[in-house]
């Protein structure tokens, strides 16, 4: 079974910049299109970006992009999301999973993310 661990989140106020990470433990990790979510109070997940199976393209939602990067390490089987120019809106608990993941996958703890005004 896949492991998920999310890390990076803080408290940041709004204009700064947090960057977050995810170890997996996917043998096939650099095969694999992974993706961030976040889930803010009160609301469903929601995906924010992704990164292809080859690791040369990605997509992200149209609230964070030219804000937010998303990249990875194969070596170190790793996800990050790189976030600038935060806004309060951005506040949520942030998680990474294989892209299109749903309820029936796996989720880790997630990492939380507080961006105040």
């Known amino acids: 079974q896949v492991q998920l661990v999310e890390s990076g989140g803080g408290l940041v106020q709004a204009g700064g910049s947090l960057r977050l990470s995810c170890v997996i433990s996917?043998?096939?990790?650099?095969?694999?299109?992974w993706a961030w979510f976040r889930q803010a109070p009160g609301k469903e997940r929601e995906f924010v970006a992704t990164?292809?199976?080859?690791?040369?393209?990605?997509r992200y939602s149209v609230s964070v992009e030219d804000r937010f990067t998303i990249g990875r390490d194969c070596r170190k089987k790793l996800v990050f999301l790189e976030m600038t120019a935060l806004t309060p809106e951005d506040t949520a608990v942030y998680y990474c999973?294989?892209?299109?993941?749903?309820?029936?996958?796996?989720w880790g703890q997630g990492t939380q993310v507080t961006v105040s005004s």
């Open positions: 999973n294989i892209d299109g993941a749903d309820q029936s996958n796996t």
């Open positions: 996917a043998r096939n990790f650099c095969d694999l299109p």
């Open positions: 990164i292809s199976g080859s690791g040369r393209n990605s």
